[in-house]
């Protein structure tokens, strides 16, 4: 048995797909789960209760942790050490290996410009001190011999699946799609890494099913030479056959409409991601599994194509 803890987002989604390739026994967790495959098992849970973490992964031989909290600093703050520490716990109860989902925000961002798993670990926003947080509590786990986890992290993500999440889908292809403006976050000049979905599902699942891998700290394959902010706005508008207007944010301007848009105030303290390169480097999985992420280009192109057919089935 192979179990996702948080299996209705993007990458749950995905992660399901992939894993048809590597087992016929899945089981997807969520408060309110969806088959994503015709056999899959569904259970509903709260991971923040201990009993509810102990049935969820009761049977599993692997775990995939993929939980999306609601981006809230509060709610991080007192959610994740309680659900990790559940999830942790009934791993080791029940002999389960354990596959974390991790994003970048616990880096040093001095590092920013070329991040690999050995990225220096120095978070200066609220949430990237929660992250460090709980990644800490697997990996000492880890360290003491009582639990095989291997931890699996994520540039930005875009893809086809994706609906209420993302900067790219919130900002630019929703706002295209409406005839707005794009938005972007400090400054359209630097690099942006943006982890595909589908090869992050793909990525994943082989990794929680190569033993070896274990153990370790994994980048997920994300396609090299980085867009720029403008570059990735023009490509999305390109493609959305659409003129690539776009407005700025600056940090007291996202400041000053968190007052009444809380997402934004959330998005404050995250602003250093964009006011510098962010180039994500997964050289490390891409030579021990022979795997290309899909360049930038042809992500947009299905994405958009993505887009084009939900909306002629809703019409």
């Known amino acids: 048995m192979q179990t996702i803890l948080g299996s209705g987002g993007a990458i749950g989604v995905e992660l399901a797909k992939a894993l048809e390739n590597h087992t016929n026994d899945v089981r997807l967790v969520s408060r309110n789960p969806r088959s994503v495959n015709p056999d899959d098992q569904l259970l509903s849970a ?31 703050q007192t959610t994740w050490p309680t ?29 920013l410009a070329r991040m ?16 460090a947080q709980v990644a800490r509590m697997i990996l000492d786990e880890v360290e003491k011999g009582n639990l095989q986890a291997l ?42 890494s943006f982890t595909y979905t589908p090869d992050a599902g793909k990525a994943t699942a082989l990794l929680g099913n190569t033993p070896d891998a274990y153990n370790q700290v994994w980048h997920l394959p994300t396609a090299g030479n980085p867009l720029t902010g403008k570059e990735w706005i023009e490509a999305i508008a390109n493609e959305m056959r659409v003129d690539p207007k776009c407005q700025v944010l600056p940090k007291f301007l996202v400041r000053i409409a968190g007052l009444v848009v809380p997402i934004m105030k959330e998005l404050v303290e995250m602003m250093y991601q964009y006011d510098r390169d962010y180039v994500f480097d997964s050289s490390k999985f891409e030579k021990r599994f022979d795997f290309k992420p899909t360049p930038y280009l042809e992500g947009i192109e299905e994405i958009v194509k993505k887009r084009l057919r939900r909306a002629v089935s809703i019409t």
Do not use: Q
Not at 47 to 76: C, F, H, M, Q, R
Not at 83 to 111: G, S
Not at 157 to 182: C, D, H, Q, R
């Open 46 to 76: 709260d991971l923040t209760k201990s009993e509810d973490a102990l049935k969820a992964v009761e049977g599993s031989d692997i775990v995939y942790l993929t939980v999306g909290l609601p981006y809230k600093t509060k709610v991080w």
């Open 83 to 111: 659900l990790m520490r559940n999830v942790v716990d009934a791993c080791k109860t029940h002999h389960c290996k354990l596959v974390f989902f991790d994003n970048i925000y616990m880096y040093d961002p001095n590092y």
């Open 116 to 131: 690999t798993e050995d990225t220096p670990i120095g978070p200066v926003s609220k949430k990237g001190a929660v992250r």
């Open 151 to 192: 931890i699996v992290r994520s540039a930005d993500f875009y893809g086809p699946a994706i609906e209420k999440t993302g900067i790219l889908t919130e900002m630019v292809f929703k706002n295209f799609s409406k005839g707005k403006k794009a938005n972007w976050l400090a400054s359209v000049k630097y690099k942006h």
